[in-house]
């Protein structure tokens, strides 16, 4: 069912080619850690099955969950840190693409803090719900539905790409700033600012120090 037009419709670049081939430890590439996180999963769905009401199946917490089984499977296989720290945010934001947006691009605000809560496995999640979707689906996959999951994809990496500044936007304030402008205590409070701040940055609410602060 992977057929040339399905292919065709996943984003690849030699950009991507490079990021998969980047050795992470131990002689494992991103590639080879994909690949173990696609088959790791979804290993909490058995123990995570219930049926509600209306009779439909559901796997409540299966990421979570499965994070922890997959980097105890890991550090079992003696598998470096690193190895085992991207494989648990791979499984443990798997369904993240999915639900970034409603039958519409994702704005920049949900680009920002996909990137900020999948870190470094931000790109990797993305094509493991390619592969999620194709294997989910098997030859009863429908084109149209494929081509949409690969464009959505396909923008959410442009943006990654293309501005770098939506992921990681410069600093315009820091916590210093807060103490002596405005008198602020060392605490939460001051992280919850900031983090307002760069999302207000990403989506193009706030540009300036002076609008961060105003």
């Known amino acids: 069912y992977a057929n040339d037009e ?6 690849w670049s030699a950009v991507l080619a490079q990021h998969f081939d980047l050795e ?3 002689g494992s590439t991103r590639r080879l850690l994909l690949k173990l996180a696609a088959l790791l999963h979804d290993i909490a769905k058995p123990q995570t099955r219930a049926i509600n009401e209306g009779g439909r199946i559901r796997f409540l917490g299966h990421a979570k969950e499965g ?11 003696r598998f ?24 519409e691009l994702p704005s920049h605000r ?14 990797d999640i993305l094509f493991l719900s390619l592969a999620d979707h194709l294997a989910t689906r098997g ?11 690969a464009q959505l ?45 760069r999302e207000a940055q990403a989506s ?8 961060a602060l105003s």
């Open 153 to 197: 994809v396909e923008y959410i990496l442009a943006q990654r790409f293309e501005q770098g500044s939506l992921v990681v936007p410069p600093k315009l304030v820091d916590g210093h700033d807060l103490i002596n402008i405005f008198g602020m205590s060392p605490g939460p409070e001051i992280g919850e600012f900031l983090e307002a701040v």
């Open 80 to 103: 470096s840190a690193k190895e085992i720290k991207l494989v648990e945010i791979m499984v443990r934001h798997h369904l993240r693409p999915g639900q970034i947006s409603h039958d």
């Open 24 to 26: 992470v430890s131990s």
């Open 139 to 149: 030859p009863h996959l429908d084109l149209a539905q494929w081509q949409e999951h």
């Open 67 to 77: 994070a922890a089984i997959a980097a105890n499977i890991l550090e079992r296989l």
């Open 204 to 211: 193009g609410e706030v540009a300036t120090r002076e609008e």
């Open 6 to 11: 399905v292919l065709a419709a996943a984003p």
């Open 110 to 123: 949900a680009i920002y803090r996909y990137f900020r809560d999948t870190a470094e496995a931000g790109i």
